[in-house]
């Protein structure tokens, strides 16, 4: 029989605007199967060190007080939220 190690984790991105407050509204929940763990968000601001980038902007369960880089991707976002939440 196979262990735990063996399954993937299921994330799913669902498009999203946010009303951040600034020109990043391009957001992305993130499920993970099928709960919701972060809402990402593009940062699109020009005053932004990483423009074009991705932000967690709000993180639960077992990604909830990490401390999190911001992502020159969408891909790599959903790659460390995948890997965080399969060490869990």
């Known amino acids: 029989m196979f262990g735990?190690?063996?399954v993937e984790t299921l994330v799913v991105?669902?498009?999203v605007a946010i009303e951040?407050?600034?020109p990043d509204r391009t957001g992305m929940l993130v499920m993970a199967n099928?709960?919701?763990v972060g809402v990402l968000v593009?940062?699109?601001?020009p005053e932004h060190e990483n423009?074009?980038?991705?932000?967690v902007e709000a993180a639960f369960g077992q990604l909830q007080?990490?401390?999190v880089p911001t992502f020159d991707t969408l891909e790599d976002a959903t790659r460390w939220m995948r890997q965080r939440l399969k060490a869990a």
Do not use: H, Y
């Open 4 to 6: 735990q190690d063996n």
């Open 13 to 15: 991105l669902q498009p």
């Open 20 to 22: 951040t407050g600034s």
């Open 34 to 36: 099928g709960m919701l």
């Open 42 to 45: 593009r940062l699109d601001a």
């Open 51 to 55: 423009p074009q980038g991705w932000f």
């Open 65 to 67: 007080g990490l401390r």
